[in-house]
């Protein structure tokens, strides 16, 4: 019976495995335009012989390639992220922007859009930048805030959470009263979505997500200790404000660097833990590493159906994603409940 | 075996609290390898502080706290956690991990940072689960188990860590008679294997049934710990926690047996009358303690020591004439008695039986010449050949009240002694 | 508690993003800058009498009936093409607010600013005590409610089309009383749009694409003004679409138009382009014809809309105006 229960994990992430991998061959066959697959692979061939020509070339691995890649680590990242921020707070609704990113995200968009009043090539390099490290002050000043009094716990994460994420909320529309002509960049940037994707976007991602992913791996034990609480999880030896903080950093970092490429796309980090989770069950060993699969295969076909459903116009992938996301997990729900 | 006297536990000079606040002050205690010390007093008085502080959730302010000899500052939590199991109140499970994951996670200050159980962990928490017969949980996930079985659990979670001390806070609070005792025998037998057990108890019978040392926590003060029998008195509790109880041996166990008999809370305030009660053999003994919660000053007539009225009377703290266990009353007696029947506003005679051992105490009674309430009939109660009969009747023609029960007693007291408020 | 209050946090936010993004795109495309999306509208339907004699009456681009009493002697503009007719026709002396966005013809610097495009002052265009107030439609729908509960005379000026533009040119100059110069300006516009098509009469159709966003790329689709510009230049617009839409990359790259206009709010230096991912490979960048376009000569239904016609026609048709 128990050996039962361990081959489950197993299974699932090979399925989740085999998953991924068709989707992301998905990904990169279907678009707005129509390309043979065995087209596709002759561009890819290509692409790895370093003979890139003509439009499928162009078409699949300068536009849809790093798009799809970059779905892939977008999606991991706020998934993994999330499920981080759901253990550490024990709040089902903890997502990944619940320290306030999304503000302080869009005040560093703010600022850089408004800092290059033109838009030259410099705008585009510097708003993610400016965004990433809008998220990354937030976060430190809300934890920081949090940990005043010395303690550490969810209650005052959360409120300081929120009171700065109205602050710099309400500074960023402030700063469009005196700059509206980038408002409307300012909006499309905070909607989110991947259409900006790029090689050179996914290399500076790229590399943080590993490094983020492979660091919370490591953690899967102690999120679980922190299923019991605080204080049990110290009775059993974890330094829990440390742990907190190392925690913190890490799903920090993978919610950052998505936000910094793909502004606010919403319902991923919120809803993949959870449906990992409802099929999986709460063990973090199972449940990081099925959620940053899942929420790259997520985000992927919700890409998808966003660049290719009215093609060519193309629509917010954050519409898709709760579009279909929302009535999946509403299903899941209801099933659940049966059981 | 030199482990039996080895201090796994102390507390010295130790001022625990939260921050600034000091809980308790001062506390010196030590917990040996192989014993159950048991930790009592009222809630709030900061029993769970003390266990607290050695687990780093409540504060030392001065003092040390020392672990296997070691300070327990000097501990990282995970040496602290490998060496102290802790069994909480209760635990929250609001997650569908299936019961051995649950109990593997006291492993956790065993496990390396990289790389998971080894077969030394699964062994420990194999035998974790057996020791507390909850092998049959292993598979069912913690968020459907019972209150009870989730506490087994928790108790086999605090088992896997193989600690050589295990704090126990109030852990059988929430449990079944059946699973109480199941786990503190289970408890019990790990200090005799050697663990040193430093408990909360919130029962005192169950303190003093599994404890070899008790200490009462009280007024911001950890007393001395003392055997159950040395500390366990019905002085203690009547200072700590404001309760008049019949302690004493237990026929059965024993161990010690409390009776809570009234709380001082309890006692009518403002009623200042005074009632001599005759008893005996336990036939008074519900009066006396109605009549000293509706705030008179009872007294008892003559008894013999370890007759469950007198029993009663000194766990109520009531004067008695005292006499030896099986003696008759002798002139002494008499004289106390006589002495309460002068200080008494109403004299209340029980359904006691009279005999030769006795009969003064129904002869003072009714010769006081003050209101008098006899309780019953005197047929069949005179076994001294008329004397008890004589008296009754002489008491009957100078005007005493007779009653059917206790209950009448007590409503004909409040009438006549008791004031406005003799009704309530 | 603390979760709920969250939730409708992140709620609120996406309600004040979407609204900001119908504001924000109405605001850039109407006022003529940075990033222009349409709005559905059929083409203009002026009936206006060519007589200068009041009072007149019309119906404006807001589908409004207006009567205009007398020959108005304060005028209030809320919109940058407006103003820029109203000082065409020579009437910008009678000009006495506009808002910040308003910055042409250069004289328009010394004019009262009564607030922006998106948000005009109520109090400041009272306190101008306009005889007639002209503004956009659209994100100023409000506005307009607002001036005419304040009792002003209103008259909603948003052209579709070139021929809208001409037509509404001609309104303009009937309610201020100078229908003459309106005749006038309208016939040197009608010449020099003429001249364009002419210089490339007969000459083959050259695939284009205007860029008017970009992150997400937004393009103007077909029927919009700048889409009929392109037409009207000798181009013909890879976009098929109806309005302002968010444009598939992929698409663009399968389109390969083979000149790529970006508005200057959009992309201000053709040669980074070619940084973009998957532009590398578009003809227009690789042959050097991508043109970047002062959205104020392309965007504002106003007079100098001929010049931005002209400019795209000098970039479709570079060898036909090279003489």
Known sequence: ?339 | MNAATDVMLAYRGASVGYGEAVVVADADLEVRAGEVVGLVGPNGAGKSTLLRAVTGDADLRSGVVEVAGRSRSELSPRERASLVGVVPQQVSAAFSLPGREFVEMGRHPHLPRFGGPSETDRAAVRQALELTGTTNLASRPVDALSGGDLQRLALAQALAVEPRVLLLDEATAHLDLNHRLQVLDLVRDLADAGMAVLAVFHDLELAARYSDRIAIVAGGRLAGAGTPERVITAEALKEVFGVRAVVGPDAVTGSISVTPVLRDGAVARGRHGTVLVVGGGGTAAPLMRKLVLGGFTVLGAALNAGDADAVLAEALGLEYARIEPFAPMNAEAAVTVARFAERADVIVVGPVPFGRGNIDNLLVAVRARRPLVLVGAVDGRDFTGGAAESYWAEALEHGAVTVEDLAGAERAVFALAGGSDAEQ | ?323
């Not at chain 1, 790229?206 to 919370?216: K, L, Q, R, Y």
């Not at chain 1, 076909?301 to 579009?323: K, N, Q, Y």
């Not at chain 3, 005009?120 to 729908?141: K, R, W």
Request: hydrophobic share 55%; with cysteine; charged share 15%.
């Open chain 1, 1 to 339: 019976m128990s050996r039962a229960r361990d081959i489950r994990p197993a299974v699932a992430l090979a399925v989740l495995g085999a998953a991924l991998a068709a989707t992301l061959v998905a990904g990169i066959t279907w678009g707005a335009v129509p390309v043979a697959p065995g087209d596709v692979v002759a561009a890819l061939g290509r692409a790895l012989s370093g003979r890139s020509q003509g439009l499928a070339d162009t078409l699949i691995v300068g536009v849809r390639l790093p798009r799809v890649l970059l779905a892939a680590v977008v999606g991991a990242s706020l998934a993994g992220a999330g499920a981080i921020y759901q253990a550490l707070f024990r709040n089902p609704l903890a997502d990944p922007y619940i320290l306030g990113v999304s503000s302080g995200a869009g005040l560093g968009a703010m600022l850089a859009l408004v800092a290059t009043s033109a838009a030259t090539a410099a705008r585009y390099g510097l708003v993610p930048a400016a965004a990433f490290a809008g998220a990354m002050l937030t976060m430190a000043l809300v934890v920081r805030l949090a940990s005043w009094k010395g303690r550490l716990d969810a209650a005052s994460l959360l409120l300081a959470g929120v009171a700065i994420s109205y602050t710099l909320a309400a500074l960023t529309s402030f700063l469009m009263v005196f700059a509206r002509e980038q408002m409307a960049a300012v909006v499309y940037w905070m909607m989110g979505g991947l259409t900006g994707a790029s090689w050179a976007y996914l290399a500076v991602v790229a590399p943080m997500f590993v490094v983020g992913a492979a660091a919370s791996l490591t953690l899967s034990r102690e999120l679980n200790l922190m299923l019991l609480g605080d204080e049990r999880a110290g009775h059993l030896g974890l330094s829990v404000k440390a742990f907190t903080y190392g925690a913190l950093a890490i799903a920090s970092l993978l919610t950052a660097a998505a936000v910094s490429v793909a502004g606010l796309i919403g319902f991923v980090g919120l809803m993949v833990p959870h449906m990992v989770r409802m099929v999986l069950g709460p063990d973090h060993r199972v449940l990081l590493p099925t959620s940053f699969v899942g929420g790259a295969i997520v985000l992927i076909l919700a890409d998808m159906v966003a660049r290719t459903v009215i093609a060519p116009v193309e629509i917010p992938v954050g519409i898709v994603t709760a579009l279909i996301g929302g009535p999946f997990f509403v299903w899941l729900l209801m099933r659940g409940d049966r059981r």
């Open chain 3, 1 to 323: 508690m603390i979760r709920t209050k969250w939730s409708s946090v992140s709620r609120s936010m996406a309600r004040v993003a979407a609204a900001f993004v119908a504001s924000a795109l109405a605001i850039a495309l109407v006022a003529g800058c940075t990033a222009d999306v349409g709005r559905p509208r059929s083409g203009d339907a002026a009936t206006e009498s060519p007589n200068p004699a009041y009072p007149l009456a019309l119906t404006d681009d807001a589908g409004r009936d207006v009567r205009i009493a007398a020959r108005p002697e304060r005028i209030v503009s809320l919109a940058p093409a407006n103003t820029e007719i109203l000082y065409a026709l020579g009437v910008g002396d009678r000009v006495v607010g506009v808002t910040t966005y308003d910055d042409y013809p250069p004289e328009v610097e010394g004019v009262a600013k009564v607030g922006d495009f998106a948000g005009p002052n109520l109090e400041a265009v009272a306190a101008a005590e306009p005889d007639v107030v002209f503004t956009a439609t659209g994100v100023q729908a409000d506005v307009i409610k607002q001036l005419e509960e304040l009792g002003a005379t209103v008259v909603a000026i948003d052209p579709r089309t070139l021929e809208g533009v001409y037509e509404r040119i001609g309104t303009v100059a009937s309610v201020v009383g100078a229908p003459d110069a309106g005749d006038e300006l309208v016939a040197k516009m009608r010449e020099d749009a003429r001249a364009v098509a002419d210089a490339v009469e007969g000459r083959e159709p050259v695939t284009a694409f205007i860029e008017v966003g970009y992150n997400p790329l937004f393009t103007a689709g077909v029927s919009t003004l700048l889409g009929e510009l392109i037409t009207v230049a000798g181009g013909e617009n890879v976009v098929k679409e109806q309005d302002y839409v968010s444009y598939s990359l992929e698409q663009l790259v399968k389109d390969d138009p083979a000149v790529y206009f970006a508005t200057k709010g959009s992309a201000t230096d053709a040669a980074t382009l070619s940084k973009r991912p998957g532009y590398a490979g578009l003809a227009a960048v690789k042959d050097g014809r991508v043109v970047i376009l002062d959205d104020n000569l392309v965007s504002r239904p106003g007079p100098r809309i001929v010049a931005g016609l002209r400019l795209i026609a000098e970039g479709l048709h570079p060898e036909a105006f090279s003489e």
